[in-house]
């Protein structure tokens, strides 16, 4: 039941600024993974960073290191690997090698239940002091790497020939965001779960872009849209003991249902007042 | 901020000399030169997979040609090079991408620094200028990916020109736009080129919009190049020893056309330009 335990109680405080830095981050990446159209990518590495976290619960190491390890490793082969053409198909290959080799973790260990669950679904109770401590510092320096391409990401992502012709390192560019992202799913990971990783990730942008063309409207959208989805999931998952990411989901999808509604009405009234649709 | 470049009269802006360009073996550039000229208008016409674009990514210095030279003002081509503004030959944007026209256009301010853009007046105001410049103010707040294709045009054209440069290409920014807004664009460009003095190299499929206002054209086919004023490149003896067959040079209500030759076994078939297609339009 809803009491003040939920904010007083330590596991709860660690929660709360968890879910805080991961809302932030992920609506900021989130804008890029949702302009770049990678979405797919942004799919991807959460299941090898889930592999990774797997891989450690086995080795009785810290899950972070895995799952940091594995997103980022993942990163870097899809953007070395991939090119334009093949994106998908190398995409696609790291999904299933790094999900195969979690399902071998997995098997081999006999920690099943408690570990590998958290790690798929998202957990909010689990979360330790070190571990907000690594996710603060992983976040902080996500979003730096993040302010300092923006520019340059943002041209590549209107057109890779005009930022090739400015002189921009295309490619370059494209693998740091990859592995920012990697890096940045290490942390979103324990929080919301592998698998709904990437509703948080996608969620809020999509529904924001519904309702403003501006960049920065957007993204302060989407940073209000992130932090509204995590509380009340915090808060839902409290009260109801169910996984955090199962809310996270939920509440993306509703969100994202009523931003469409929004726009629908309001294209409508557009054409009304110009008198395309006759009544 | 920008050193400011002395054109001396008469220098070339951009000068290749002898150049070959080779895909695997496969040579898509043989021996080409060309020589353009401050505040000129050049029309680059030629067949699809002519080597448009590739000329294109070797004047930007993101291809390097396996023989011959490249200078613009007098320096080797290369990337990030402030004097030449270009038009890439497709975009293809979303919908529903939260980007504005301006926003767009204010990338090719400082598109490719590092780095949050911090909000400034001069900034603000070099970007409303260049809108109000290519006639594109009207609609400056407006969602980028639902603009027709002519005001993308526009928009493209604009972020091409803010870094003020002295040489602007652009690639097929006439294809997908119906024949009024084709004409639109075209003027505008040959306007701006005017005013500033800027050289610009336009590719097209169809020479016709480009006639009234183009002062040299640039004609690619079979990896060869010719280039001249209109009435001394558009001529049956010229184009048939560039294609290496007979072609012929047919003008039709002041329109141009070029189409395979008696012999070439594409009778009348035309080689460059869909002119026929936009004929049937009107
Ligand atoms: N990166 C590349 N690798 C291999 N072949 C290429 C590459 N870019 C262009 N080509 C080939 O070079 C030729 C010229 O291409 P392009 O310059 O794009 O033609 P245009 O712009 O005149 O239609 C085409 O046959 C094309 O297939
Ligand atoms: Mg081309």
């Known amino acids: 039941m809803l009491d003040a335990g939920i904010f007083t109680q330590s596991f709860m405080i660690h929660a709360w600024i968890g879910g805080t830095i991961v809302a932030i981050l992920s609506a900021f990446i989130g804008f890029f993974v949702v302009i770049r159209g990678s979405s797919f990518a942004a799919h991807a590495l959460p299941q090898a960073g889930f592999a990774g976290g797997a891989g450690a619960v086995l ?11 594995f ?19 190398i995409t696609a290959l790291t999904l299933v090698a790094t999900l195969g080799a979690g399902a071998l973790f997995l098997g081999l260990t006999n920690k099943y239940a408690t570990g590998a669950y958290a790690l798929l679904f998202g957990q909010i109770v689990g979360v330790s002091s070190d571990q907000v401590v690594a996710t603060a510092f992983i976040g902080i320096v996500c979003l730096l790497c993040l302010a300092f391409l923006y520019r340059p990401l943002l041209l590549a992502s209107v057109s890779r020939e005009i930022a090739e012709a400015r002189g921009v390192p295309v490619r370059l560019l494209e693998i740091c965001f990859l592995v920012v992202v990697g890096l940045a799913t290490a942390i979103i990971v324990p929080v919301v779960g592998a698998l709904l990783c990437f509703s948080l990730l996608i969620g809020p942008n999509a529904t924001s872009v519904y309702l403003t063309s501006s960049p920065g409207k957007a993204m302060a959208l989407s940073l209000l849209i992130s932090l509204v989805t995590v509380w009340i999931s915090i808060v839902l998952a409290y009260i109801s003991g169910w996984p955090i990411g199962f809310f996270v989901s939920m509440t993306g999808a509703l969100l994202y249902a009523c931003a469409r509604a929004v726009h629908y009405f309001r294209v409508k009234n557009i054409r009304l007042k110009a008198g395309i649709i006759q009544c | ?3 400011p470049v002395k054109v001396k009269k008469g220098d070339a802006i951009l000068s290749i000399e002898n150049i070959r360009v080779q895909f695997n073996q496969r040579c898509v550039l043989n021996d080409v030169n060309v020589q353009v000229f401050p505040g000129e208008f050049i029309g680059l016409i030629g067949p699809n997979g002519a080597g448009k674009s590739t000329l294109f990514k070797v004047i930007l210095g993101l291809l390097s040609p396996i023989q011959g030279s490249v200078r613009v003002l007098g320096r080797a081509a290369k990337s990030g090079d402030r004097l030449i503004g270009y038009v890439p030959q497709k975009l293809f944007l979303d919908p529903n991408i939260p980007l504005r026209a301006r926003d767009l256009v204010a990338l090719g301010l400082d598109g490719h620094r590092w780095g949050i853009p911090l909000p ?21 707040d407006s969602p980028v990916g639902q ?20 040489l602007l290409l652009l690639d097929e920014p006439l294809s997908n736009l119906d024949i009024k807004s084709a004409y639109e664009v075209v003027n505008l460009v040959s306007r701006i080129g005017r005013e500033k003095g800027i050289a610009v190299i336009l590719v097209a499929h169809d020479m016709n919009p480009l006639l009234s206002v183009m002062d040299r054209v640039l004609y690619l086919a079979e990896g060869k190049a010719v280039m001249g004023r209109v009435e001394d490149v558009f001529r049956n003896d010229v184009l048939s020893g560039l294609y290496g067959y007979p072609v012929e040079v047919l003008h039709v209500n002041g329109r141009i056309m070029v189409v395979g030759g008696n012999n070439s076994g594409i009778n ?12 049937a339009a009107t």
Do not use: H, W
């Open chain 2, 268 to 279: 009348g078939y035309p080689l460059e330009c869909n002119c026929c297609k936009s004929e």
């Open chain 2, 1 to 3: 901020m920008i050193s």
């Open chain 1, 59 to 69: 080795l009785n190491i810290n899950p972070l290191c895995g799952l940091a390890a």
């Open chain 1, 71 to 89: 997103a980022v490793g993942g990163a870097l082969l899809i953007g070395y690997l991939g090119d334009k053409e093949r994106n998908d198909v």
């Open chain 2, 120 to 140: 400034s007046k001069v900034r603000k105001k070099r970007v409303d200028e260049m809108l109000k410049a290519v006639d594109a103010y009207r609609f400056a």
């Open chain 2, 147 to 166: 603009l027709s294709g002519g005001e993308q045009q526009r928009l493209l054209i604009a972020q091409a020109l803010l870094t003020d440069p002295q």
